[in-house]
């Protein structure tokens, strides 16, 4: 069983930053690929950013050169560093891990309201 916990959501105005983190229990962070995705309400879930195992990223083309994925595996972290915020950035942002033995894993996800 793999535990994820985000943290880092809140109120910002357009223009500004927030940095999500999240927290995997166990010892498979190392290994596995990690995602970020957010929902807004009433919209499907949709893909934000993924890193590899091997530090490669990838973005969604509407967040692309505002949002930078990250890891730090000694920490067993992943972070999404949110820039130049609009409000169509406001949703539910949740965190997944994708491991090729224990499977998939979601985060209880962190609000992130982008309003003036």
């Known amino acids: 069983q793999v535990q994820l916990v985000e943290s880092g959501g809140g109120l910002v105005q357009p223009g500004g930053s927030l940095r999500l983190s999240c927290v995997a229990s166990?010892?498979?962070?190392?290994?596995?690929?990690m995602d970020w995705y957010r929902q807004a309400p009433g919209k499907q879930r949709t893909l934000v950013a993924t890193i590899t195992t091997y530090g490669s990223t990838d973005y969604a083309d509407s967040v692309t050169g505002r949002f930078t994925i990250s890891r730090d595996n000694a920490k067993n972290t992943v972070y999404l560093q949110m820039n130049s915020l609009k409000p169509e950035d406001t949703a539910v942002y949740y965190c997944h891990v994708r491991h090729f033995r224990m499977g998939t894993y979601w985060g209880q996800g962190t609000q992130v309201t982008v309003s003036s």
């Open positions: 166990g010892n498979i962070f190392s290994t596995s690929i």
